[in-house]
């Protein structure tokens, strides 16, 4: 409970200040208004933003979806098959008594090599 009571008290002074800091951006508008004044829009001119900025994302969002369908099925990156060296921190999780039992963390992985330095006259292709 005292807890519960700490972090209610550590995150609410942050919330009573995000107000007043908000309040004193209001401030500062207010006061850099008489040095650089907003235009007032009509009715008019707002529409014609607004339907500006409709056209934007009405396109945005087929430009978008074909920039997403060329990654997927055109734009592949290359897998590369280089054999990863079994590095001893991958078998940080088979340490005697961790809750996860002996799951290896990358042993399972299809490009650890099982032997560590590579035989002789097999080509080594780990990363340098």
């Known amino acids: ?10 995150v609410l002074p942050g919330l009573r200040r995000m107000g007043t800091a908000t309040d004193a951006s209001a401030n500062a508008d207010k006061y850099w208004a008489a040095f650089f ?15 500006k900025e409709m056209v ?25 098959h280089v054999t990863i060296p079994p590095y001893p921190w991958m078998r940080i999780r ?8 002996e799951d290896g963390l990358f042993e399972n992985h299809p490009r650890v090599a099982k032997v560590w330095p590579p035989e002789e006259g097999e080509a080594e292709k780990g990363h340098h």
């Open 56 to 80: 934007g994302f009405m396109l945005l969002g087929p430009v978008g979806a074909a920039f997403m369908l060329y990654d997927f099925f055109v734009g592949l990156e290359e897998e590369h």
């Open 37 to 51: 004044p907003k235009p007032q829009l009509t009715a008019e001119q707002v529409k014609k933003n607004v339907s």
């Open 94 to 101: 088979r340490a005697p008594g961790m809750p996860w039992g």
């Open 1 to 10: 409970m005292q807890a519960l009571r700490r972090s209610a008290n550590a």
